[in-house]
């Protein structure tokens, strides 16, 4: 059984951005080499295309409607339970290197007098993790202040090396210098400049570092499980070089999108792809100059996993560790005329899932049964000779694959977006609770329904795999719609609240504490029970 889990994330990574996986200009040797080592799983949904949303998934091994978190900056709930706190039962320490998008529940945590001060209150401000480096690495400033108020011990490790100004984590990692003037990375335009700073000073090999002294430190000789959480391939999309021009316009994967697409659009479709985020990325300039620097962060990435790979070799962990690599949800780059990661296609909602195992000898297998990142929980407990609470945990355990097995599996796979902190809400012109999106995904089908009195969507994969033709108003797809509607309504019915009281513990054998009910004389009671009632009746005490 492995001693200690390598948990490796990577932001905004596509499914179909590892070579092993397809891309045919894009080579990634070392995440090819952890594939072949292990078990690359090719239908990985999270469960929601947002950062803090499928981060909290994660962690909590929950659906967001379950835990909450449902977009950036809402807070966990104080009485969620994380892997961390799973595993920390079962004597194994939890370890953040990076990012994860948690904000913290302040009124909840002062409702309960709790100070994160204390190690308890830390735990609870830091998503279950005990803090070896966090870094959520988007240290932007605005007229209203900046967008992350944690500090960032990047930026204190650039001002340290020296490079110049209040926030070098712009002005150097992600900006260029043309003609001696900042050209940040927040306009695209910029994308195919170089970073103005050392590729070995970028975020990229700063973690991997920060990472490797973890691994050789003394806490590392403890059972543990460390969540080694990169930013990048993360947007501002720029690179240092040598990778900003590693890959020209020809290296480009041709657009997947159709003209017929913007024809009688989903009022919803028409509401993403018409927001300043599909209208830059349906150009094709924006394309071009994007796309090359998104994939020299993957292959900067893909170099680093290499230069870690390396280091737990010449160390020996290879033996005793598990090693995770994923990412926490896609990015469009233009694909069916959208950016980011605003819908539940395939470039968004899926991705890469490579799981090593050093005891497995199902090698360089690929399962194309429906993963959640839900089912990592459950993994890393059973993993570490644990049992999953189930009535916590709502994925399932991986570990059956991980052992050459064919398990029974689920049929259809989960996400979710609440949109109602964004742009959009307005546009759409509906209520704060109406503004939410979930997928069904089964083997065939990709269904998404929107609350509000929208017509729904449904992409038939076995016959359009793109998921170019919207089959959601179709009358020759009723049938399909409604199956789809009766999956989310049995889902919805999940006891995701009861969290308290295991299903053992419901089934087991009340104590007989005395309390009888129904009874109308002594025939209808064993005398077990009636014995503490029977006997002389008391003469009650004088007034």
């Not at 390598?6 to 952890?34: E, N, V, W």
């Not at 100004?165 to 990375?185: C, F, L, M, Q, T």
């Not at 991997?208 to 930013?231: G, Q």
């Amino acid at each position: 059984m492995p001693r200690n889990i390598l948990f490796i994330m990577y932001d905004q990574l596509r499914h179909d951005y590892l070579s092993c996986a397809g891309h045919k200009t894009l080579h990634t040797p070392h995440m090819d080499r952890l594939a072949a080592m292990g078990t690359r799983f090719s239908n990985a949904y999270v469960q929601s295309p947002v950062c803090g949303a499928s981060r909290m998934s994660f962690y909590t091994g929950r659906y967001v409607s379950s835990h909450g978190a449902a977009w950036n900056g809402f807070p966990l709930k104080v009485g969620e339970i994380t892997m961390g706190d799973h595993l920390r039962e079962l004597g194994v320490n939890s370890w953040l290197i990076g990012k994860t998008h948690m904000r913290v529940d302040h009124k909840g945590m002062e409702r309960l007098g709790i100070s994160r001060d204390g190690i308890i209150g830390a735990r609870l401000a830091q998503c279950g993790f005990d803090i070896w480096e966090r870094e959520d690495g988007l240290n932007a400033d605005g007229p209203d202040g900046r967008y992350d108020p944690e500090p960032s011990p990047y930026n204190d490790y650039l001002k340290a090396k020296g490079y110049a100004g209040e926030n070098p984590w712009h002005d150097h990692a992600n900006a260029a210098n043309i003609d001696g003037k900042i050209a940040s990375g927040w306009l695209m335009q910029h994308a195919g400049h170089p970073a103005n700073i050392k590729e070995e000073d970028s975020e990229t090999p700063w973690l991997t570092s920060r990472a490797i002294d973890f691994l050789d430190s003394p806490a590392a000789e403890k059972p543990w499980m460390a969540h080694l959480s990169f930013i990048k391939p993360h947007w501002p999309y720029i690179v240092p070089a040598p990778y900003h021009n590693m890959f020209g316009h020809n290296a480009i994967q041709p657009v997947n999108r159709d003209p017929s697409e913007l024809d009688g659009m989903n009022p919803v479709f028409a509401a993403f792809h018409n927001n300043p985020i599909g209208q830059a990325f349906s150009r094709d300039e924006v394309r071009a100059s994007v796309i090359p620097a998104y994939m020299g962060l993957i292959k900067q990435c893909d170099d680093q996993l290499g230069r870690l790979l390396d280091h737990l070799e010449a160390s020996g962990r290879m033996e005793d560790t598990m090693i995770v690599l994923t990412s926490d949800h896609g990015d469009y780059l233009g694909d069916h005329w959208l950016g980011e990661k605003d819908l539940f296609h395939a470039p968004s909602v899926k991705v890469p899932l490579i799981i090593y195992d050093p005891e497995s000898r199902a090698k360089g297998q690929v399962i194309d049964d429906l993963v959640e990142a839900i089912d990592l929980a459950p993994t890393f407990i059973e993993t570490m000779g644990g049992e999953a609470p189930a009535h916590i945990l709502e994925g399932r355990s991986l570990m059956p694959f991980l052992r050459g097995e064919a398990p029974e599996w689920r049929e259809y796979a989960i996400s979710e977006y609440d949109y109602s902190a964004t742009g959009i809400r307005k546009a759409l012109e509906v209520s704060t609770i109406d503004a939410r999106l979930f997928m069904v995904a089964d083997q065939r089908y990709t269904f998404m329904h929107a609350e509000g009195g929208f017509p729904p969507m449904l992409f038939d994969r076995e016959r359009d795999p793109q998921e170019l033709v919207d089959l959601g108003r179709s009358p020759n797809h009723a049938g399909i719609v409604e199956k789809m509607y009766a999956r989310l309504h049995q889902w919805s019915l999940r006891p995701s609240q009861r969290t308290t009281r295991s299903e053992a513990e419901i089934l087991a054998k009340g104590k007989d504490t005395g309390v009888i009910i129904g009874a109308f004389d002594e025939s209808d009671v064993s005398d077990a029970d009636m014995a503490s009632y029977r006997g002389k009746a008391k003469t009650p005490p004088s007034p």
